[in-house]
């Protein structure tokens, strides 16, 4: 397995196209696509932390070694709890995306949906993919995953659409590969991996063969084009002379982008599906079960952790930690949070063998459902607590440049101290601005897919007639 | 173990002294009496029923035979994951409690405390409380629980209360046992059963001995007197010509009463504490964690599960199941019911051996007490979007035995039709009746505890020293 | 005006066809047809009390005599408010429905109706209209409305349904009047009125003539049967051997009935709306906007009074109200009800007048709306913060006749008391109980119409063009 | 009185000494502080618009002449209402702060408290303020306000504080004035005013009277010094090569400072109290009470028409403004913002004359506060709502700057494209996370105080004796 520092090494190799802020960076010298890099390196140098090994590595089941946990499919209800928690651990460390969290819930997809290919269809596509598995655990490659299309009119389907490249989709077949074109939209993370892992969006109808496909690309090959999402945060990390006046100073944003494919040719060992449609929607499904628990709700719970801790400190410096309401407000931050890590815990240890006979396990859907809309709407309320304890200065503070300033310093430190020094606050106000006056709020709500799409999941998974029954039995009304 | 009828011939021999309405009422005649030894015989039935053998029975670590679950020691995780379920079973057939169900929960706190006292003190509770549970488990008697003081002054200790009988406690000390006073309320069940476990309400301090005290005491032992509750549904259950014409017909609301104890005798094999203050804390939080993972959240999973079923009926009955605004409720309601299931499972999944050594499981503490809140809280959504999708019928309805009166049958029938016939949308209307507009909204809120108790439960359960250090460590701060 | 007194002499001229619970009963003996009549007398009451005149009296346009605010047309927006505060006084003082409300806003819906039909169409309604108002106020007559119709099948149209009766419509026409048919359900306190005006449920439409009747008839018409809803809370204050024992003891519950109409025959000089679909929608949604002010705001303001009065008082007969969860959740309590409160208070005074030219004035539809919809959530709030408080007790505690059976009295009075004695926490719990574990969750929900009508409405009443220019102009995008 | 062009003219006479990020800056140069003077200058031009002239504009009582209603003491509720919509209109029209809305309502508190002084302690207060008044209202001059102090240890009256600068007082009095010491929070928009008036944070009390103070002050008076606040929208600015890239282009975030008074001389006819203890708390009640309607409510309801409009837009961009889970969505916000625009018109036309006697009116306080919850705790969902509808581009869009850069141009063009163009998108997303991935979720949590201190203050207001009485009266429990 890669040390942290090989990872960096490693990355030396990739010179993608990226763009920010209307310009092209390096990858390598870029203040934002630089957390990338750190985020991921921080995630290898957790994996090599004995204290963490349970957690971050397991023994392949291939090659009888120890592998990243991102790099390995589920074969038990264990397995998925110990996939959860590495989602809860690496927020608690990072504040930020793992961004091979994506890539790990796409393998998992895949992996169940290929071998039903291979042995329904004849296919090779789950050798194909087992092959590539082995690849990547010998090398240990951090690999994120593209899912989200464009979608252009939100109206029609792909093939009705104007313009088919608004989902991306095989333009040509070759002998030795397909060539393919579209754009993943707020993608997380590819800009700093080895390699990235594309599904459809969702379930592909007959006719729309070319929009069926699902396949691994590395980093940088030709036709690749990465255009990085800008915000303020953005700005502030371009402007700041050192990480540490930020609010989350090492790795800051979940940072996504376009990444866009303009005629990108795939060798076939690295195709997983092509024009199987009936088996699109089924893939998804799947992804989007597993990534419901893990980033829909442990990697949230591990955020809120964080916001839990820093709001409590800021409690704590301004001396107010134990008036009542306080006291009512952090309970409720907390009581949000174990609710949604119960629903992960239920969904991962409730989880089951799917397919069936494959050796592969996904979580139980319902409860990574709830896991999610339990975040979802909880972490706008974590958020309103974290900024009504932080107070007006979570947004009214000042630089902490200023303390380095001998014409303000001396006031800063008069007036912003309480019951702690004027530092602590500052460094504890910023972090938590950097959560209630940021882009968690948005963000957290479309992780691992809108609500409304956990809504529709959650109404479809129930058995109503089981519950009307009961209800008829004991109503006294015959069964219809 | 008993059959159903067995247990009903069993409770002839009982003729508690039972007041309700301000008259003495005859436990096997009055017809709110009548629920509780109804729903009793149900409990028993599902017990004999195969398909809910694994859920109602297991096997005894003492005798080896088969016992109901409701006199079990939880001794794995798994045991833990049951005995929930067997909550929500009994709520979904019965719509009212299982008055085993504190009885049960009772045991499992006191084989632990009494196995501590006898480890530590050198007592003999445990070996009493075990060959009383043989005895339980070969008789299969119905055991409620007893726990609620009437608590008098509420800012005063025991001792400090003018009149010291607002707690129960021990006001005699003989050879052969001890005699009790005090009375326990809101009391569920104890009427129909065969004994009760009593226990203190709350954590004894030193000068407090006489509180700190747990038994055993059959029904209608000499000094007992039940007190019931009054509410309207007892009284329309007094007037109804039949059963059918009710909201829950066979087995009404979860009947408590003020179970009054003037001097009763407690010979001392039935005595499982008696002074141990420094133990009575722990006894009642064990009983807690274990109420509130069953009562407190798979109780109402399985009303809810009812509700749901109803509501569904309703919207077909009427006819608008399909519009969105029903769809978007009823979703609601499936999504506050999945998340609070999903916390008891994480709260069975997630026990422990406690005390350690024992082989006696607890669930997990924070997440029984998140069911209980997302439950609390949950519940009067739930009666809301019942009551919505109800409509006004749940509440203006006229009598089903209008449909017998040929005067006003033709017009019931003309005027209350919609997608179903009359006869259905008033059966169903009364059974919503009774969640939205009954007793259950508030009973649920109280049920194992008041959520005050459960989130000064999750404050001090919270690791807060950990969290701030996750969020110093990102934020750049020092461990202080 | 009438006084109480006269008020209930003159009701005995009427012997109005009552069914309830199967069986007919005498409006001037069944103890729940007497709490309407109570009601009723009590609201004649509060015109005849000096501290109330300015709220429940006015002086008529038409005689210049003080007339009950019930019979007035508003013609200001003070009368708007005047109005609300009539709506909120009557519900302190009855806890239950002033059975005159929806008939005062059937008579102002109508007001402007007709005087808009008489003037384009040329049809004598609005001097009907006048003239039965003079006689209305000179008798000073009590006045309910008639406005839900039974509905049938929900997916078609009145005049798709396999029963038309299920909307009331027009029969027949004669020289003399025309004969209706069809049910009001849900309808509110016809039993112990003089008279009742009924309209439409809804706008109807070319071809639906018949259903577009509007008109006033006497209690006890021949043709007319009352089938009254039948709760709980029915037997009870039947089987109470006084209704002291009761949660509200002299008013009960908003008692309701389907009011059946089978050929009854309406005199012209009754009839003020007869086929003119064109204006039904509008009358009704003038009767929508000025009933949410008053039934769906103003009224449930009055009962949340009650209920957190109720609550402090059961705090403090606790010994609890200082504790700070419980001032938080009086003070949500409080939060809802007075923001419920400035709702209809906005209503009334940004009303207008309505037809242009009229003198007749309206409330503003949106604050309206927002004040039903506020409190509508809200009740259900403050209910499940009344049983928090409340305690068990609101849902356990046995019945006050328990108090005079020298058997279990000094048990109760023992065991019940706290910081005050059990008479009085028994009362109040008992007051208590008939709010968070009754009718009237469900009954604030749909009264004034379900909440979904009043979202429908604010969507509809919103200048999102207004609003998107507001918009645009500050990010800089160009007008459309 | 000034137009916007006199305006900025008049402020080139000012060169506060304003420090930013760690460096001084020029208020005429400094790419935010810039943001303050085009905010002034919008609010003067709206006062020239004779669409608004009722609402920005008024008589003034004392010289006949029409003048800024930033500069008016309301004399009648219909001038609260008036003071009331010129806070939703300057808030629709600039996205952020009327920088002079602090300072009227600080006018407003003191003009009654002077009143009172100079009445009953023989004072002359009141004909300072009103000469000062007549000079403001003369010169049509930008007013701010400085109420919230540094506060240090919060467990500590100002007395006690170690250093106690930490609250803003008179160090020296001398013959022609006084000089002060300390410094104001969270300070809206002094820079950008001609002068500032100060009013104390909390009431004072005996022993306390340095700290009884209030006074006006010129923008860069000897010894103030301004230090900016510093968010990453401030770094946006800054580095942005156009402000039309940014959010809020032209009017930017509610900028606030550290205003910092070190030795500060006043002279005495700027005083406007001085050592009244007894005055201050009441002083400080009266301004939470005005600004709470106008800056906790109205204000608000203004930002609030902003963000549902362009979240309309951003609907009808993708084409989704018609899916029922939008329309429900949409239509909340609305319920929340008419729901507090409610609750400031009550407050406004229930407001009194207050001192009385005096001419002078206050609102209400109970519908004041009712607002400020309202929207605090709605506006949390308005930006969960707004997040959700404008989708995950709202966190993740790229830099409008891509669409002037020819290597992305096409791709963004093409692949943010929906049922409107990529251009119009990005610009309406860009809106929309200056809203809900920003800084006005928590500043509008503690504008106008943090929602604890509403809270108190209902409880506070509340008549607890009076619906005791009532739920008594009807319970059947006589008063105590």
């Known amino acids: 397995m890669k040390t942290a520092t090989e990872y960096l090494e490693s990355m030396k190799a990739y010179n993608p196209r990226i763009f920010l802020g209307g310009k092209q960076v390096n990858l390598h010298e870029n203040s934002t696509a630089l957390t990338v890099l750190r985020a991921n390196a921080r995630v290898y140098e957790l994996a090599e932390d004995p204290k963490y090994a349970d957690i971050m590595t397991v023994i392949s089941a291939y090659s009888g070694e120890k592998v990243s946990r991102n790099l390995h499919i589920s074969s038990s209800t264990a397995d998925l709890e110990k996939r959860s ?26 992996a169940g949906i290929t071998w039903e290919m291979d042995k329904e269809l004849g296919t090779n596509y789950h050798s194909r993919l087992l092959n590539h598995l082995k690849y990547l655990q010998e090398n240990d490659l951090a690999v994120s995953g593209g899912v989200t299309d464009a979608k252009g009119d939100r109206t029609k389907r792909p093939v009705e659409q104007e313009d088919p490249d608004v989902y991306v989709h095989v333009v040509e077949k070759r002998e030795d590969g397909i060539v393919v074109r579209g754009a993943k939209v707020s993608q997380s993370g590819a800009i700093g991996s080895h390699e990235t892992l ?7 109808r007959q006719g729309e063969e070319d929009f069926a496909v699902a396949f691994a690309v590395p980093n940088g090959t030709e036709g690749l084009t990465y255009i990085c999402q800008y915000t303020p945060f953005t700005a502030e990390r371009e402007l700041s002379p050192d990480v540490k006046y930020l609010g989350n100073p090492l790795y800051g944003q979940r940072e996504t982008c376009i990444m866009v494919f303009d005629n990108v040719f795939i060798p076939w060992e690295h195709v997983f599906m092509c024009g199987e449609t009936k088996y699109s929607g089924r893939l998804v499904a799947r992804f ?3 990534h419901r628990m893990n980033c829909g709700g442990a990697c ?23 008036a009542p309401h306080i006291v009512e407000k952090m309970t409720d931050m907390i009581r949000i949070n174990e609710t949604a890590r119960a629903c992960t815990i239920a969904a991962a240890l409730k989880g089951h063998e799917e397919p069936a006979g494959s050796g592969f396990f996904q979580p139980d859907d319902i409860f990574g459902n709830a896991a999610k809309l339990t975040i979802a709407d909880g972490f706008w309320d974590i958020l309103k607590w974290a900024g009504d304890i932080g107070g007006g200065m979570a947004v009214t503070m000042p630089s902490e440049l200023e303390l380095e300033n001998p014409e303000t310093a001396h006031y800063v430190r008069k007036f912003m101290k309480a019951s702690a020094p004027a530092e602590q606050r500052l460094r504890i106000s910023k972090f938590i601005q950097n959560w209630c006056a940021g882009l968690h709020g948005a963000g957290t709500w479309h992780g691992a897919g809108s609500p409304m799409a956990q809504k529709m999941a959650l109404y479809a998974l129930t058995n109503f007639e089981e519950k009307k029954n009961l209800a008829r039995s004991l109503a006294g009304l015959r069964e219809e």
Request: glycine share 10%.
């Open 288 to 290: 989007a079960k597993t």
């Open 85 to 110: 928690e590495m989602a809860t651990l690496t927020s608690q460390m990072l504040g930020t995306c793992n961004y091979r969290c994506v890539g790990a819930d796409v393998l998992n997809a895949l």
């Open 300 to 322: 949230k719970v591990g955020f809120a952790d964080l916001i839990i801790g820093a709001t409590q400190l800021a409690a704590e410096y301004s001396g107010v930690q134990k």
């Open 198 to 204: 594309v599904i459809p969006t969702m379930g592909m």
